[in-house]
């Protein structure tokens, strides 16, 4: 059930790592893999009814995990409880309360499941990990190696990526698998940018469209994991090597590695989202991620869905909600005709 924001093919890249400015990022590379298989999968989120009188409450709840692997670990801040001095702690609060915003005021949903359920997170988990997952049930959040990483709570892309998750367990619920794995992966690229976006005011021309900007330390030839304006430019560094991610459908990577390359394969439906906010201009989650929530709400979307299915089904949407003759339909048919998508039933 497990969702990480590092893909397995960058900590494996830097698990075989032979430099001499590397002292510990290697060995947390290596334990970062095998933490992978042992984080419970089976996680059951739990059912959660709204607030009484179905008024939309906001609810976080920050742990800390004292550089252990357990789970909760010491509550240290509650919802309306002042700040610690704890960096981490307040940055998960504050990126816990901006998803929350963005899901709520813009397209009104009550929290990830849409019924108010807690949003939960737990920092400093384990020693040097260098990762941030969801589980099912709660946020978590490593410190970095220091070497190659940084805290990854310093990112507030990274944090609505995977509450995003959480919103497509309870939603569309994509199969973690091929491109169905990829749009999953994609989706919550697309909705952690638009919380960033959302709490700074950035318009789509204004936004970096990077996700995890800020994670990597000032010693790595790049600037965050991934970007969805131009996917595969995201870092060229000698330790990390050259970003994957085609931005293209005819550069699709077959492969059998992370789950048929869910991390990889996620460039093509993000650079088409990001040239349909383009073609559409202003605020990016109002009419572009207007239509990616609907599609993944809709309720008609298969869990198994394939890119040139979910292209049909966002042009539906758009369709749908704006007109067949829209500016957001033609830009949303546009955009993925732009990464080689033709979209289809």
Known sequence: MSRFIVPPYLLAHLAEADSPRLHRAPQAARNGLLAMEAVDRNATPPVVQ??????????????DAQGTEELPGLRVRGEGEPATDDVAATEAYDALGATYALFREVYGRSSIDG?????????HYGQDYD?????????VFGDGDGEVFERFTASVSVIGHELTHGVTQYTANLTYQGQSG???????????????QHLFGQTA???????GEGLFTPEVQGRALRSMKA?????????????????????????????GGVHLNSGIPNRAFFLVAEALGGEAWLRAGQVWYDTL????????????QFAAATVEAATARYGADSDETRATTAGWEGVGVTPAA
């Open 50 to 63: 709204g607030a009484l009188g179905g008024e939309a409450v906001l609810e976080r709840t920050i742990f």
């Open 115 to 123: 019924a108010g359920l807690p949003l939960d997170a737990t920092v």
């Open 131 to 139: 990762n941030a997952f969801w589980n099912g049930e709660r946020m």
């Open 182 to 196: 990829a749009l999953n992966e994609s989706v919550s690229d697309v909705f952690g940018a638009l919380v960033e």
């Open 205 to 211: 021309d204004e936004a970096t469209w990077l996700i």
């Open 231 to 259: 996917p595969g430019t995201a870092y060229d560094d000698d330790v990390l090597g050259k970003d994957p991610q085609p931005g293209h459908l005819d550069d699709y990577v077959e492969t059998t590695d992370d789950n």
């Open 297 to 308: 709400t809709g309720g008609t979307l298969s869990t198994e869905a394939t890119f040139a």
